[in-house]
């Protein structure tokens, strides 16, 4: 259901797709499809090419080696005014000195769109983004996510084929952020636009992509929707980066019942047990000694060492957690079915 659609059928195509920096392989080799009216998130530390790619895609940069495509349409040298796409960046880069309607308006005052019908386009998109009536305010008057909704409607007005998001809500507080993320994915499902999202947040990521290209050195680690990225990450990497993981070592996997491969466990799916009470089918015995414990609101993580050497963190209940010290010795419930085997891995 959530695989790669067809080249007939595609947003944005990379095929092969370089970008060096001097020695540095800024990305390196990328294949990516991207369907239309898919949002789609490409999540990765800071230096991981997710940048690089998203500056690709609005022409910002040309690509070293490989292919792109928007639509069907050859993009490589072509600038970012003549590109079906449009951007939403980090800071937002609106214009000081011009009134919110203005800014709205500027990129079809560009193209030569009259003022009428810029003025009356740009009331539709600030009406679109919950801002009807700012118009004669200036950006110094708004707040943050003022500010980011104004930018979103000064790239929606021109009507782009694909939006692209740079860490639009990077800039913004925890509650503001969260009320961001759905009124942007409930917008890019009205509106039926490929929106191409850049975060380094995990949780964006999952919250509204359809789709998630994990990078890492230049390169996608994986592609896939949020669920099966999660909870069946292919590399140690993804294994951390998305969420937090137990990477297990092959003999460790093996130990509790799993196949030798190297595999991954999410501290969630453990839980702590009583010594002597009947143990489930396909559950894995393990007593381990608790090293740490730390609160994290709704959860505690206890950090344990196993009888035969196995670091592990559990994630479990803040009132269970409570009860538990630093020394106990505990027995740990491990589904074998929980355990993630990594091909990649070895």
């Known amino acids: ?3 790669s659609p067809p080249p007939s059928a595609t947003a944005v195509r990379f095929a092969g797709v370089a970008r060096h920096f001097g020695r540095v392989r800024a990305v390196d080799g990328v294949d990516l499809s991207i369907a239309p009216g898919e949002f789609f998130a490409m999540l990765g530390p800071s230096g991981s090419g997710k940048t690089t790619c998203l500056r690709l895609i609005a022409g910002f940069e ?39 309607g203005d800014n709205v308006a500027y990129g079809l005052k560009v193209r030569g769109v009259g003022r009428a019908e810029r003025e009356k386009l740009a009331r539709e998109a600030l009406a679109m983004v919950k801002l009807a009536g700012m118009e004669t305010r200036r950006p110094a008057q708004l707040s943050g996510g003022q500010r980011q909704r104004v930018a979103l409607a000064r790239a929606l007005v021109v009507r782009p084929k694909v939006l692209l998001l740079d860490e639009p809500l990077g800039a913004l507080d925890l509650k503001l952020r969260e009320e961001m993320q759905a009124e942007l994915k409930s917008l890019q499902r009205a509106l039926g636009l490929t929106f191409v999202f850049v975060t380094h947040d995990q949780s964006e990521a999952l919250s509204m992509a359809d789709r998630v290209a994990v990078f890492n050195e230049g390169r996608i680690a994986q592609v896939g929707a949020p669920e099966e990225v999660y909870e069946r990450p292919a590399t140690a990497f993804v294994a951390h980066f998305v969420g937090s993981a137990n990477v297990l070592s092959r003999e460790q996997a093996a130990a509790l019942g799993g196949r030798a491969v190297a595999s991954s466990l999410r501290p969630e799916r453990i839980a702590i047990g009583d010594f002597g009470a009947p143990i489930g089918e396909g559950i894995a015995p393990v007593e381990a000694r608790v090293i740490d414990i730390s609160y994290q609101g709704a959860v505690r993580r206890v950090s344990a060492l196993s009888d035969f050497g196995m670091s592990v963190t559990v994630s479990v209940p803040a009132d269970a957690g409570g009860r538990l010290s630093p020394g106990d010795v505990v027995r740990l419930l491990i589904p074998r079915a929980a355990l993630q085997p990594m091909e990649g891995e070895g």
């Open 1 to 3: 259901m959530h695989a």
């Open 62 to 100: 040309q690509p070293d080696a490989g292919h792109i495509e928007i639509f069907g349409e050859t993009v490589e040298g072509l600038p970012p005014y003549r590109r079906a796409v449009n951007t939403v960046f980090q800071d937002y880069a609106l214009f000081p000195h011009l009134s919110v």
